[in-house]
């Protein structure tokens, strides 16, 4: 069956950087878009990023526009999110998703989540 | 594109039925999935594409509506039910979820 184990998180400093990835199995990983979203303490669900199943395609939301790379590796079956010049409201459990297509689509599988905490 | 969810929150009893409802801020057709989410789990897609019910999904969950209203209908809400849930737009880029609603037990 489709397992997305998230890793990587940890406490850090606001202003640093920090990496996280995701491992997957059980689906044929070059087939489908690879989603990032977190949940901040007490928070809703935000959606944060997603790249296309070949790696080229990336979108992202506002708040982590130009902070946050994400990309992936077809041949690991591995996704990262590098995420630099760290807020505190950056603070959450990072969720990966797959995606349902190989671009678009909702978010069918999902990891039990990385925290992340940014303080000082 | 803006998800505004109602109720952010509501209290019912074992065997109710529950209605929620999401508002895209722009037409969406039919773009838009359900999840529930409970404390420390991964959350769960229960709908896609508005209205299908996805695979291992109890059939008391469905999903109605198109272009900017949509609503998740409980027809008979079970303990296990209790959680939170979402709507998500998957119509563009970026994904956009709405708040939430928390179901909690009355």
């Known amino acids: 069956q489709v397992q997305l184990v998230e890793s990587g998180g940890s406490v850090v400093q606001p202003g640093r950087s920090l990496r996280l990835s995701c491992a997957a199995s059980g689906f044929t990983f070059r087939n489908y878009a690879m989603h990032w979203v977190r949940q901040a303490p007490g928070k809703g669900l935000e959606w944060v990023a997603v790249v296309w199943y070949n790696g080229l395609t990336k979108y992202y939301a506002d708040s982590v526009q130009g902070r946050f790379t994400i990309s992936r590796d077809n041949s690991k079956n591995t996704m990262d999110v590098q995420m630099n010049s760290l807020r505190p409201e950056d603070t959450a459990v990072y969720y990966c998703?797959?995606?349902?297509?190989?671009?678009?689509?909702?978010?069918?599988?999902w990891g039990q989540g990385t925290l992340v905490t940014v303080s000082s | 594109i803006q998800m505004t969810q109602s109720p952010s929150s509501l209290s019912a009893s074992v065997g109710d039925r529950v209605t929620i409802t999401c508002r895209a801020s722009q037409d969406i057709g039919n773009y838009l999935g359900w999840y529930q989410h409970k404390p420390g789990r991964a959350p769960k897609l229960l709908i896609y594409?508005?209205?299908s019910l996805q695979s291992g999904v109890p059939s008391r969950f469905s999903g109605s509506g198109s272009g900017t209203d949509f609503a998740l209908t409980i027809s008979s809400l079970q303990p296990e039910d209790f959680a939170s849930y979402y709507c998500l737009q998957d119509y563009n880029y970026p994904r956009t979820f709405g708040q939430g609603t928390k179901v909690e037990i009355k």
């Open positions: 998703a797959r995606g349902t297509q190989r671009g678009g689509g909702t978010l069918e599988d």
């Open positions: 594409a508005a209205s």
